[in-house]
């Protein structure tokens, strides 16, 4: 069971490589305010899982760099997880909006948070 995950997730980072997508170019002002709006955005994921896959592949395509976090080689991280969002469930996205703070799972809202952040 183990080696057919072992292999799955090898697979699955190999085809991520292969069919890496195009980042999105923009002003450098622009890209600017970008990376000021996602600030406090930390993404909690495991490297070869499919859904947190999706979700770096989105943040490749926004040009966007947030800090990632893998509870599973983490156990500071792995902490943060299960006391802040209360679960051990990847991808999970750390939302921090001044004192105010949020634990998004699902990868489809994930990316589409990301996608209304970077509009
Ligand atoms: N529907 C979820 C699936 C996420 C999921 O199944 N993640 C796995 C790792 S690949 C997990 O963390 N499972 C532990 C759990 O569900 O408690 C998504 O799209 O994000």
């Known amino acids: 069971m183990k080696i057919i995950r072992v292999v799955l997730g090898a697979l699955i980072l190999f085809l991520d490589w292969v ?9 450098a002002a622009f890209q600017k305010q ?4 996602v600030k ?3 993404l909690y994921q495991y490297k070869s ?8 592949r989105e943040l490749k395509r926004q040009s ?4 990632l976090k ?3 080689r983490d156990e500071v991280a792995k902490t943060e997880l ?15 909006e001044g004192s105010n703070v949020r634990w998004m799972f699902e990868s489809s809202d994930i990316i589409e948070y990301i996608r209304m952040r970077t509009l």
């Open 34 to 37: 970008i990376e000021q709006k």
């Open 82 to 96: 299960l006391d802040g969002a209360g679960r051990l469930k990847v991808p999970c996205l750390k939302i921090v």
């Open 64 to 67: 966007i760099r947030i800090p």
């Open 19 to 27: 069919f890496t997508p195009k980042s999105v170019k923009r002003s």
């Open 40 to 42: 406090g955005l930390t």
């Open 70 to 72: 893998d509870p599973k």
């Open 49 to 56: 899982c499919p859904f947190c896959v999706k979700v770096r």
